[in-house]
């Protein structure tokens, strides 16, 4: 049995693109860029907010996206999140997880002054023992592995004992790079085929899945 679970959470938690594409749009429209929709917001997602700004506006001027992203971050941390939810059986699966005496843990790209607040507002009931968004100098965001040994080192957890889940080809290469086993959730931003093509050997189409897979690791 493992110890410990660590998750992605946007994607593979929570569904968070609404809140981060109207979050992105405030900032990038007011620099003249055009707005984007769902599907293009969900293929900016991921490498974290300041790669998101990058990928959103395609420019090279490095000057203007840390412009971008540095009035980007404030408005992440201050969201009310209300177009944010659980993922379907989630509530069930994590409450039955920590049951099992499973330690929880999130490890996120998101600046980590907004990964507290909307765990705080949407995941408080759930007990998790670790919660990091990014953190500039302290360790490389995903798909570094610095970000995993960092939740491994805080938590005491070996890397046999852990197992991560996420929802995109940056979480596939995450858990590779850290050499721990890893889920890939089928529910999130990413295709299917794009976890496959980065590594992903172990699929979760649902929730009641994912913990069926997690218990038998």
């Given at each position: 049995m493992k110890k410990l679970v660590i998750f992605d959470l946007d994607g593979t938690l929570l569904n968070t693109i609404e809140d981060i594409r109207r979050m992105l749009n405030m900032v990038i429209t007011k620099y003249g860029y055009k707005a984007l929709n769902s599907q293009e917001t969900l293929k900016c997602v991921g490498y974290g907010a300041r790669a998101l700004v990058e990928k959103a506006t395609q420019i090279?001027?490095?000057?203007?996206?840390?412009?971008?992203?540095?009035?980007?971050?404030?408005?992440?941390?201050?969201?009310?999140?209300?177009?944010?939810?659980?993922?379907d059986g989630l509530d069930g699966a994590l409450k039955s997880l920590k049951s099992l005496g499973y330690k929880l843990a999130i490890v996120s790209n998101k600046p980590d002054v907004a990964t507290q607040v909307i765990v705080g507002q949407k995941l408080k009931d759930y007990g998790f023992d670790f919660v990091t968004g990014n953190k500039p100098g302290v360790f490389t965001p995903k798909p570094d592995k610095s970000c995993v040994e960092y939740c491994l080192n805080t938590l005491g957890v070996a890397k046999e004992d852990a197992v991560f889940v996420g929802d995109s080809e940056v979480d596939v290469k995450t858990f590779i790079n850290a050499s721990i086993e890893g889920i890939g959730v089928t529910w999130g931003f990413r295709p299917k085929n794009l976890l496959v093509e980065a590594g992903c050997k172990h699929f979760a189409n649902t929730a009641e899945e994912l913990v069926e897979i997690i218990k038998s690791l």
């Open positions: 090279s001027d490095q000057e203007k996206v840390d412009k971008m992203f540095n009035e980007l971050v404030p408005i992440m941390r201050d969201c009310d999140n209300s177009l944010t939810f659980l993922y």
